[in-house]
């Protein structure tokens, strides 16, 4: 195996992990407790499914952890074809989004703290609880609007590095351009037309497997340095 095979297959491995671990909180957590514009069902759901809930928090902290190591892979199997576009990566793929998981961690573990009513919250009364784990709740939910910008700007200087280097095959990087595009486009309809997020996101879905297919090829496929044609010549 090549080192740049080796390379390919790490950042494949993290990008698995972080895969699997991701949609559990954004997608699994809230199909599970969640019951839309009913704080009292919703926080009786987490009470009784706390153990559930804190699985969800963990997610979140892990998938911060394997973002940031998939940045980093990613930047070495990319830094001799273009150190800048690489860098533009890691800073919109690591260090912008990282930070927003760790915050959205600490807005679940507020709403966990009214569901329990811990006695310095007895001030409060069961249904103002209810309303302020709500509240915190759907701030987790805009964080991960905003952070959707990030999770398509990142796409860009990715999909550029692709399309330079010689050792993955293009459609991939044009995949993850529309990728990039569906995710600014969920971004924009969280902001300012909630509305109609869910059929955007309908919509949307099937361009956002072109990071299933890079994660897939790199993992599997590796990476194959291309010999130029002159030199083959």
């Known amino acids: 195996m090549t080192s740049i095979s080796k390379n390919a297959r ?14 559990i909180r954004l997608m699994y957590i809230p199909s599970k407790l969640f019951v839309h514009g009913d704080a009292t069902a919703t926080t009786a759901n987490i009470a009784a499914h706390e153990t559930l809930f804190r699985l969800g928090i963990l997610s979140d902290l892990l998938t911060a952890i394997f973002g940031l190591f998939t940045a980093l ?3 070495q199997l990319f830094k001799e074809v273009d150190k800048n576009l690489a860098r533009l990566m890691v800073v919109l793929g690591a260090l912008m989004v990282t930070p927003i998981y760790f915050i959205n961690t600490l807005n679940d573990a507020a709403a966990l703290m009214f569901v329990r009513g811990t006695d310095f919250l007895s001030v409060f009364d069961k249904p103002q609880r209810d309303a302020m784990a709500l509240l915190f709740l759907r701030l987790h939910g805009q964080g991960a609007v905003v952070n959707e910008i990030f999770w398509g700007l990142w796409l860009f200087p990715l999909a550029l590095l692709i399309l330079k280097s010689r050792f993955m095959p293009r459609f991939l990087g044009y995949w993850l351009i529309i990728n990039g595009f569906a995710y600014l486009v969920l971004s924009y309809t969280g902001v300012m037309l909630p509305q109609y997020q869910d059929t955007v996101s309908n919509y949307a879905f099937p361009a956002l497997f072109g990071e299933l297919a890079f994660m897939l090829w790199i993992l599997i496929m590796g990476a194959k340095e291309r010999t130029p044609v002159a030199q083959a010549s």
Not at 10 to 23: D, E, H, K, Q, T
């Open 73 to 75: 892979a990613l930047y």
């Open 10 to 23: 790490i950042a494949g491995l993290f990008y698995l992990l972080l895969s699997i671990v991701g949609p």
